[in-house]
């Protein structure tokens, strides 16, 4: 169980154009899920904490009018990178938390999108 | 500042053979601690979790233990494989009022070898 899947696994897009990703928890009801960056050799930055039906809240630095995030029902959270630049190239990764793990309040992960903006 | 540093950075060693990668914290509240294996191009997964009140969890061939007095973690995998090589990143999480927050270690990088 715990299953996350991201949609697309990779994305060659051209410089001004948008694109989304898609976050889904397969096997579980996820109310907050997670997206992450990463570039080369660094570790996973938080973007925005996302909860079903409700505004994402970003962190301090990340654009919300650029990092578009829809989390619409309990399984589906999406990010859309609007007017891409190269800059935005990067690994996107989304993460859920599964409720009733008490302590733990375990987050799963996706398996990254990898997106080039060309 | 909350804070993971992990050690080495970058660690090769051959097949067969056993390896210790370190993990130290200045994080606060502390709520639990994580450590996770990424393979080159796809997400985390998760090795261990362990509380407070936990100082060694096994998995398999990972052994994760932790001192909460140092603020020290260490990740142990015994008798190295091929396919061990990865990235494996520690991850403390915090407690902000009624939510809890992930802060990312760097990660080191091991290259097991024959």
């Known amino acids: 169980g715990a299953v996350v899947s991201q949609h697309p696994s990779w994305v060659i897009c051209k410089s001004g154009t948008s694109v989304k990703i898609e976050c889904r928890s397969l096997d579980f009801q996820a109310t907050t899920m997670f997206w992450y960056r990463q570039f080369p050799k660094q570790s996973l930055m938080l973007m925005a904490t996302s909860n079903e039906g409700s505004k994402a809240t970003y962190e301090q630095g990340v654009e919300k009018d650029k990092f578009l995030i829809n989390h619409a029902s309990l399984t589906l959270s999406t990010l859309t990178v609007t007017s891409a630049h190269p800059e935005d190239s990067s690994f996107y990764i989304c993460?859920?938390?599964?409720?009733?793990?008490?302590?733990?309040?375990?987050?799963?992960f996706g398996p990254g999108t990898r997106l080039t903006v060309l | 500042k909350n804070q993971v540093e992990q050690s080495p950075q970058s660690l090769i060693i051959l097949e067969g053979k056993n390896c210790t990668l370190q993990?130290?914290?200045?994080?606060?509240?502390?709520?639990?601690l994580r450590w996770y294996k990424q393979d080159t191009g796809r997400g985390p997964v998760s090795l261990t979790i362990m509380t407070f009140s936990e100082n060694t969890k096994s998995n398999g061939r990972y052994t994760a233990t932790l001192d909460a007095d140092t603020k020290q973690s260490s990740l142990h995998i015994t008798a190295s494989q091929l396919s061990d090589s990865a990235s494996y990143i520690c991850v403390v999480s915090r407690l902000t009022g009624t939510a809890s927050k992930l802060t990312f270690g760097t990660g080191t990088r091991l290259q097991v070898t024959l």
């Open positions: 993460s859920a938390r599964r409720p009733g793990q008490g302590q733990y309040n375990e987050q799963f």
């Open positions: 993990c130290n914290y200045t994080v606060s509240p502390f709520s639990n």
